[in-house]
């Protein structure tokens, strides 16, 4: 596989302390394709492409290759949802390559098409406000002709129409600029050796939400569906990819019972036993909670996490962000050479969850006048992390030493107890949001 042919450390540092900006232009302008590895005998076809060496965790061992080797049979362009299930499902497990023209919506003909017969949003409102039905007991041996019983059923019909469950040996590639999905919630579930690269990929709306009064102490309501799950799969390269609520940000939703009526769940879980994912060069935006590795503290869910979660994150953008950019268990993730870009309404990027082991490096912080740095870290578990050579808003930062100072009682500890040797040119800080603003998200390749 190719190596990287970016120019290395030293020339990068010297580019930007000398204000040599067309030489950080050039630099982010290859990142698209300097970073992947090709199939012998396609050279130019950017479907083609594998992830080169030692380029995040994904790299590890067998490596990610995804469709790579598909035949020409097994080589599919498709533009509407049937058509990309449908080409998922040919083949099985062998080799494949799926080509994405133009957006592709899951939920085209809107969410009244997937309620179940009978369902009333207003008569759900009706029965469950808490002036009525108070905020004690929770809905669950509600009857299934009862409104919450109805509201099940619609959204089971649309779990059925929305999610895609993509097989192993599989590269999904947006073809163009305007290539992706709107709608859908990709499952990228017990397989392994899959690629997705150049989708802009919309945050499914929950047309169904659940309401719980007894979480909390108001009460609240609760979505399903994340854009992309990676769930005990090995082997994942997710690049140049952008993460979006589009057109439904949280910030329009409306309240019900006192509540924002949420509709989104997360961008990327990274959960259940998986391991090996690199994400490089994608944009993730407009969200709350954008990014969980490892799904629970539990005992048994812990048994299957631990030892693996391993994942990469380089050279992403995070903007307009809550929080969980990522929120870590268990796992050894390697966070370095991103941008992370906060404003107000910002609740933390990392999130230290239990027996993580979080190595943040050469990272870019630009907060908005008011936004404490100590929020970048969160703690909800005593685990140690490393912290190096990170900036905020343009100056050297101790991310650890911040988040103590303004949080004595509950401080975090310095040192994640092992060193990633999985990546190719690290570069400073400094230079990082330049890179990453010309050189992440959809449309750059393919």
Not at 121 to 136: K, M, Q, R, S
Not at 381 to 407: F, Q, Y
């Amino acid at each position: 596989m190719n190596r990287p042919t970016w120019q290395g450390h030293a020339i990068v540092r010297a580019a930007s302390l000398a204000g040599c900006t067309a030489l950080v232009l050039a630099l982010a302008g290859t990142g698209a394709q300097a970073h992947s590895g090709h199939h012998p005998g396609h050279p130019r076809d950017a479907a083609r492409q594998t992830l080169g060496a030692n380029d995040g965790w994904a790299s590890h061992g067998t490596g990610t290759t995804g469709g790579a080797a598909a035949t020409a049979e097994s080589v599919h362009t498709v533009s509407d949802w049937a058509g990309f299930k449908a080409a998922l499902a040919a083949g099985g497990s062998a080799p494949k390559i799926i080509k994405v023209r133009g957006t592709i919506d899951a939920v085209s003909d809107g969410c009244d098409a997937l309620a179940a017969p009978g369902y009333d949003f207003d008569d759900y409102l009706g029965a469950y406000a808490p002036e009525t039905w108070g905020l004690e007991q929770d809905l669950a041996d509600e009857p299934d002709d009862s409104p919450e019983g109805l509201r099940r059923a619609s959204a089971a019909r649309q779990d059925t129409a929305i999610k895609a469950n993509i097989p192993a040996n599989t590269t999904i590639i947006g073809v163009g600029r305007n290539a992706g999905f709107k709608g859908a919630s990709l499952q990228i579930k017990g397989v392994d050796n899959v690629i997705v690269r150049n989708l802009t990929l919309e945050s499914p709306v929950d047309c169904f939400p659940q309401w719980d009064p007894t979480d909390g102490d108001r009460g609240n309501w609760n979505s399903e569906y994340d854009t992309a799950v990676v769930y005990g799969s090995t082997h994942v390269w997710l690049d140049h990819n952008t993460f979006t609520d589009g057109d439904h940000p949280d910030s329009e939703a409306p309240t019900h019972f006192g509540m924002l009526y949420q509709q989104h769940d997360g961008e990327l879980d990274i959960v259940r036993g998986a391991d090996y994912v690199t994400a490089s060069w994608n944009v993730f935006t407009e969200h709350d909670k954008t990014i969980l590795i490892g799904n629970s503290d539990g005992e048994s869910t812990a048994v299957g996490d631990r030892g693996r979660l391993k994942v990469t994150f380089h050279h992403n953008l995070f903007s307009k962000l809550v929080e969980r950019a990522p929120r870590v268990r268990f796992g050894q993730v390697d966070v370095y050479n991103n941008h992370f870009v906060a404003g107000q309404g910002y609740g933390y990027s990392f999130g230290v969850g239990k027996e993580s082991q979080l190595v943040a490096e050469h990272n870019a912080f630009t907060l908005a006048e008011g936004v404490s740095p100590a929020k970048i870290l969160k703690r909800w578990n005593d685990s140690p992390l490393t912290d190096r050579n990170n900036r905020v808003n343009g100056k050297r930062a101790d991310l650890i030493g911040l988040h103590n100072a303004e949080n004595p009682g509950t401080p975090l500890r310095s040192g994640a107890g092992w060193t990633p040797t999985l990546r190719t040119a690290v570069h400073p800080a400094q230079a990082v949001p330049a890179l990453v603003k010309l050189g992440a998200g959809a449309g750059r390749i393919g």
